[in-house]
T-cell receptor
């Protein structure tokens, strides 16, 4: 399974864009990148996923580099409620389809 | 009602006791999972099931067992609880393939004293 590397923590000012990086240099050609977040011990929440094209939904945008070795999750206008641990996960291609969580990035949005 | 419901939400039990954590889902998905989270750490997979007759061990299955009673129900048991099983436990469900995200329950906080 491809592994991911994320910075352990980041700060962002309220109202500004939060850009969370993720490295996944060993990703396979047909593996997707998923992003989840966990707000204070609640169950993780799905944010977005992508394969090779940039993706956008009501929560965030996902930018994947052309070589697919890294990606960036963008929260365009961060609020205090976006303070959470953000997990970048590469989904296995085997039939197991297990989500393997790393340590994630703790994003602190400050007023 | 929540898509994935876990009971109980909190539980304190004594060392050596048997305890069952229950999970039910209304998503209609075949796949269900149990994860454990220790303070400051990410989630680790305990067991997973792709249908009623399919049960698989995850990263840390020792000391745990599971039962898939129906498509919608997946229970986790600690046969003889020990203090280092104190953790936050999450149940999740997903559809097949790459295109459907996981849905997690709200978690069960278990303390073994």
């Amino acid at each position: 399974d491809a592994k991911t590397t994320q910075p352990p923590s980041m700060d962002c000012a309220e109202g500004r864009a939060a850009n969370l990086p993720c490295n996944h240099s060993t990703i396979s050609g047909n593996e997707y990148v998923y992003w989840y977040r966990q707000i204070h011990s609640q169950g993780p929440q799905y944010i977005i996923h992508g394969l090779k094209n940039n993706e956008t939904n009501e929560m965030a945008s996902l930018i994947i580099t052309e070589d697919r070795k890294s990606s960036t999750l963008i929260l365009p206008h961060a609020t205090l409620r976006d303070t959470a641990v953000y997990y970048c996960i590469v989904r296995t291609q085997s039939n197991t389809g297990k989500l393997i969580f790393g340590q994630g990035t703790t994003l602190q949005v400050k007023p | 009602d929540a898509d994935v419901t876990q009971t109980p939400r909190n539980r304190i039990t004594k060392t050596g006791k048997r305890i069952m954590l229950e999970c039910s889902q209304t998503k209609g998905h075949d796949r269900m999972y149990w994860y454990r989270q220790d303070p400051g750490l990410g989630l680790r997979l305990i067991y997973y099931s792709f249908d009623v007759k399919d049960i698989n061990k995850g990263e840390i299955s020792d000391g745990y067992s599971v039962s898939r009673q129906a498509q919608a129900k997946f229970s986790l048991s600690l046969e003889s609880a020990i203090p280092n099983q104190t953790a936050l436990y999450f149940c999740a469900t997903s559809g097949p393939g790459q295109l459907v995200g996981y849905t997690f329950g709200s978690g069960t906080r278990l303390t073994v004293v």
